[in-house]
């Protein structure tokens, strides 16, 4: 996942900014492994495989 693509990820709950909140591996393609977070509602979403993983809540995954 591209550092970029943070400028235009929303929170799908609240619609904020999401920011970087931890990077666990990276590569020349961005963040592979690690967890963003809402600016707004704090609710934390991971990163796998290269891929944010921003599911809505009561989609059935908390
Ligand atoms: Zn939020």
């Known amino acids: 996942m591209r550092r970029s693509l943070l400028?235009?990820?929303a929170c799908p709950d609240c619609r904020a900014p999401?920011?970087?909140a931890?990077?666990?591996s990276?590569?020349?393609a961005g963040v592979v492994?690690?967890?963003l977070?809402?600016?707004k509602c704090s609710r934390e979403f991971p990163i796998i495989d290269g891929i944010p993983h921003m599911l809505?809540?009561?989609s059935?995954?908390?």
Do not use: F
């Open 26 to 28: 990276e590569d020349d």
């Open 60 to 62: 059935g995954d908390d």
């Open 22 to 24: 931890g990077v666990e």
């Open 33 to 35: 492994a690690g967890n």
């Open 7 to 9: 400028e235009i990820l």
């Open 37 to 39: 977070k809402c600016t």
């Open 56 to 58: 809505p809540a009561g």
């Open 18 to 20: 999401v920011e970087l």
